[in-house]
Every structure is written in structure tokens, then in C-alpha cells.
């Protein structure tokens, strides 16, 4: 199988600058390969740096070393040395991403919010807008909340718009950062079966899921991070600054 995606011995290290340079090893050589169609799981105790891993994906976090390859517009481009500009158009057109948090913006309704990403795929205005109603429809988000900002929503009915809005468009590449985790019985049942459709269409999905139902009905791969025996709070030798990328 071809892989969509392609993780190589990564390594994160975070360097808390305003903590006196302390050193603090969390990924020690992160290997594995999604292909499409698939669905890799991250796995491992509290704090092992599963969140850590999948924000590296994204091109959150520089790596210390390792390569991320995605296949992206017909290339193969290893993320880990992608430059701001070319990110950004991953991150539009190759790799989607779906948090429990919906960043909030002022006085954009929620059915514009959800629209957004296939507007700038260039998608047409109109059929966004049917996709958008159809997704909150399944979520269960009421019609009379579409129009309004979705800042005084519920954690969960923001969620759902999260959801909504990170499965509008048809991306390659999925990262699911704990998409169910304030959702009930029936709308983590929806949140399957969009996994399960988005599988079905080819893309490659990475996800980080707590509810171990929702693991069992999604998962291929279980990918276990392993606990750093030798993790430890060193002290940063030479202050080197770390740059990191916004999402
Ligand atoms: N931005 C950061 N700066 C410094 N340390 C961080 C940062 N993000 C995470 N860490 C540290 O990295 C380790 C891994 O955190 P991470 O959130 O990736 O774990 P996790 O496996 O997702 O945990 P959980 O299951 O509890 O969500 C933790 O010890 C955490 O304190």
C-alpha cells in the first residue's frame, strides 16, 4: 500500500527558555506509516506525548530530527522542512485537522465557519453551504444556532462545529485530537460513521481517541508511544532558541 503518510524516527524535545533552559525529551524516534484508507490510532499513558506527536504532524512543533512525509499535490514533501508559505497550503489542501477546541471567531456564524475550509479550496459557495447543513444536520447542532457566532455555544455543540468544519472538506490527511471527548452516545456514533466515510474515500486518518469504543470501531493500527525510560528534565547546555510554528 502506498503510504499518505510517512513518520520516521522523530524526535521532540521541548526547551522551557522561561524555566531555565530545561530540557524536556518527549518523542524518542516516533516511526510509522499510514496508508490510504487507513486509521492509525495513537496510543500510551498520560503524557507519553501523544498530543505532542500529532501537533508535530501538523507542523506545529520543529522536530529535533526525523522526517514527516506526506504525499501532498503529487509530491512527497517531508514536513519537517517545509517552509511557512508551503504549510500553510498542506494545511489547506492535504492535511485537516480536527481539535476538541473550536477556535472561535467573532461574528462569523457557524454555518460560515463550518463553510470555510472548502471556500478556500475553492470550493463553490453554494454546495459549501449545502455540505455544511447536511454535516450540522447529522451533528445535531439546531437549525436556529446556524446563523449565529458560535462563541456562547456549548463545549459540545462547538465541538460539533469543530467536527463539522474539519470534515467538509475531502482532505488526504485527517488528525483527530480527541473529536468525541464532550460528546454523548449518539453523536460520537456520527463522529464514527464520518471516520468511517472518510476512510472509505481514500484519506488517511491519525486520531487520538480516549474512549476506547470509539477506538475499537476505527482503528487499523494501534501505534503505542513508548513511555522514555531515560525521560528526564535535563538542563539545556547551550541555549539554542527554539522556534515553533503557529497552527
Ligand atoms: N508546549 C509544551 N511545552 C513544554 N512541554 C510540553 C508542551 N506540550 C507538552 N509538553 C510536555 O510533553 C509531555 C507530553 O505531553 P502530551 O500532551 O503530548 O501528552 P499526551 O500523551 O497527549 O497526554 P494526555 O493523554 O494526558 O493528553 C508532557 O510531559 C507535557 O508536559
Redesign the pocket.
Known amino acids: 500500500m502506498t503510504f499518505a503518510l510517512n513518520v520516521s524516527n522523530v524526535r521532540k524535545t ?1 526547551v ?1 527558555h522561561n524555566q531555565n533552559g530545561i530540557r ?1 525529551p ?1 518523542l524518542a524516534g516516533a516511526s510509522f506509516s499510514v496508508g490510504q484508507g487507513e486509521c492509525v490510532v495513537l496510543h ?10 500529532l501537533r508535530t504532524l501538523y507542523g506545529n ?1 520543529l522536530t529535533d530530527s526525523g522526517r514527516i512525509e506526506v504525499q501532498h499535490q503529487g509530491q512527497l514533501l517531508d514536513m519537517t522542512q517545509a517552509p511557512p508559505r508551503t504549510l500553510v497550503n498542506v494545511r489547506r489542501h492535504t492535511i485537516g485537522w480536527v481539535s476538541q477546541f473550536l477556535r472561535v471567531i467573532p461574528r462569523i456564524s457557524a454555518l460560515e465557519v463550518v463553510m470555510q475550509p472548502m471556500i478556500e479550496q475553492g470550493g463553490n459557495r453554494a454546495e459549501a453551504k449545502a455540505r455544511a447543513e447536511r454535516l450540522l444536520t447529522r451533528l445535531n447542532v439546531p437549525e436556529h444556532l446556524w446563523a449565529l457566532a458560535p462563541a456562547t455555544f456549548s463545549g459540545g455543540e462547538q465541538q460539533r462545529v469543530n467536527i463539522a468544519r474539519g470534515f467538509i472538506a475531502d482532505y488526504p490527511i485527517l488528525l483527530l485530537d480527541e473529536p468525541t471527548a464532550s460528546l454523548d452516545a449518539t453523536n460520537r456514533a456520527v463522529v464514527v460513521e464520518l471516520i468511517r466515510e472518510a476512510k472509505a474515500r481514500g484519506a488517511a486518518i491519525v486520531g ?1 481517541f ?1 474512549d476506547e469504543d470509539v477506538r475499537e470501531q476505527v482503528a487499523d493500527q494501534l501505534y503505542e ?1 513508548q513511555p522514555d525510560s531515560d525521560r528526564k528534565q535535563t538542563k539545556q547546555q547551550t541555549a539554542t532558541p527554539q522556534e515553533e510554528h503557529s497552527a
Open positions: 521541548f522551557l524536556l518527549v500510551g499513558r498520560s503524557g507519553t506525548g501523544k498530543s505532542t506527536l512543533y487520538i480516549h508511544i
